[in-house]
């Protein structure tokens, strides 16, 4: 008999699941996974603008819109107009740098006990697939 697992709800339900894990332990920072990872991109990328953010955490302008948008009433980042009245410079505040030194531990401990509980080969391997997922063309697969 055939396996009739499905890759996609298997990998989504594993996303909700680690999800709830991190956005639980990040509770005290008062922002979620999702928000820590714009939150630390913004700072990795010094600046960034919102094309520049979308393409480098893969995520589409309109999702990340509203995500900045609610991150700009958190008071966590800014927004400036960029070089041209279409582009816009994102930028932590204060706040959104408190939120990000706040979190970083916390998330830190979850990604120590995860690493715990499947191993370090297990935790390499995971990562591995992922990758390899992300990066699948999907023409390859969908011809």
Do not use: F, H
């Not at 697992?5 to 509770?27: F, K, N, W």
């Not at 998330?107 to 997922?133: F, I, P």
């Amino acid at each position: 008999m055939t396996d009739l697992r499905c890759l996609c709800i298997e990998v989504r339900s594993a996303a909700q699941t680690l999800t709830r894990l991190y956005d639980q332990a990040l509770i005290p920072a008062g922002i979620t996974v999702t928000q820590l990872s714009q939150l630390n991109a913004i700072y990795q990328l010094s600046e960034p603008t919102v094309s520049q953010l979308s393409k480098a955490i893969g995520l589409d302008r309109s999702t990340l819109g509203r995500n900045i948008r609610l991150l700009e009433s958190m008071q966590l980042l800014t927004s400036q107009i960029g070089q041209d009245a279409r582009t816009r410079t994102l930028r932590l505040t204060k706040k959104g740098m408190a939120a990000l030194k706040g979190a970083a531990p916390l998330w830190a401990s979850v990604q120590s006990r995860l690493t715990q509980k499947l191993g370090t080969e297990k935790r390499e391997l995971l990562l591995e697939l992922m990758a390899d997922l992300a990066a699948t063309d999907l023409r390859e697969i969908n011809p």
